[in-house]
């Protein structure tokens, strides 16, 4: 090969002939390898991602079944320990945000929030039970519903993400940001009552819907489209070969969005059962 005129490539050993990156690392050059151990080498099974240490799908399937694992183990013991509600929410809240802006994904710190999120969970549905039995298991039939409709459509091509969409996914996002911010003061003083604050206020839209209900299915159908972008994520980054260990970023992500849609569901049903 030619010496190129650019110093920059002269003085690097990554742009010099075999022979040259022999002599400027001291080593011998490599030996030509013959017809039969090029055949050998060719017929050598492909490296599994596992053994590249990059993503695969089934990889991120254990990591997602593992978290919500511990996190049902939080669940319970926020069933039978409701106490443990509110400092598992603060510690939740905090885990969330530092998962959320970390750069590279720590299993430790993804397995810790699915554990506190899981005992805030749990404390919470044993709440809703009491006051209107049987609405727990309806909220994880109707969550497991929307999950495995939005998995199966994205999976048969019916459903992607698309640049638009998420654009009205992010400005609907903001917007239900503000509304609930608004609502939890008024909630704190008192101004509003239920126990849902605006969301109890009986105001009959769309065929005598409480607007609180309508409100919750539009957020059904933001946390899908949520779920979507997830999905989306997890397929790009298997189809990049990124890194392992981003395979608990998408199992937070997962986490995150499930438990949103299991709790917005959850109050749906208890506006819909009334003596709110």
């Known amino acids: 090969m030619a010496n190129s005129s650019n110093p920059a490539f002269n003085n690097s050993p990554a742009f010099s002939s075999r022979s040259e990156i022999a002599k400027q690392l001291n080593t011998p050059p490599v030996p030509t390898m013959t017809a039969e151990q090029l055949t050998e080498l060719y017929n050598r099974p492909s490296a599994t991602p596992a ?11 254990f990591k997602i079944l593992g978290s919500f694992v511990i996190l049902l183990v939080g669940a319970a013991v926020g069933w039978f320990v409701p106490a443990l509600m509110i400092p598992a929410l603060v510690v939740g809240l905090v885990l969330g945000l530092v998962n959320t802006f970390k750069k590279k ?8 929030y699915a554990a506190v999120e899981g005992v805030a969970i749990g404390a919470l549905t044993m709440f809703f039970e009491t006051r209107w039995p049987g609405i727990a298991l309806q909220a994880v039939i109707g969550t497991f519903a929307v999950v495995g409709v939005t998995l199966a459509l994205f999976a ?10 998420t654009k009205v996914f992010l400005i609907a996002m903001v917007g239900y940001g503000v509304y609930s911010l608004v609502n939890l003061v008024l909630m704190w003083t008192g101004t509003t009552n239920g126990t849902f604050g605006l969301n109890s206020v009986q105001i009959p839209i769309l065929g005598g819907i409480p607007i609180g209900v309508v409100i919750g299915l539009l957020v059904v159908v933001m946390g899908a489209y949520s779920l979507v972008l997830d999905f989306d994520s997890i397929k790009t980054g298997v189809q990049r070969g990124a890194p392992r260990v981003y395979g608990w970023a998408a199992a937070f992500g997962i986490v995150l969005t499930v438990v949103w849609l299991y ?3 959850l109050r749906i049903l208890a506006l819909l059962r009334g003596n709110n």
Do not use: C, F, H
């Open 51 to 61: 053994e590249t240490d990059r993503m695969s799908y089934q990889d991120v399937m």
């Open 105 to 112: 994904p720590n299993p430790a710190l993804v397995l810790s």
């Open 156 to 165: 048969s091509g019916k459903v992607r993400a698309s640049a638009k969409a």
């Open 263 to 265: 709790l917005e569901i």
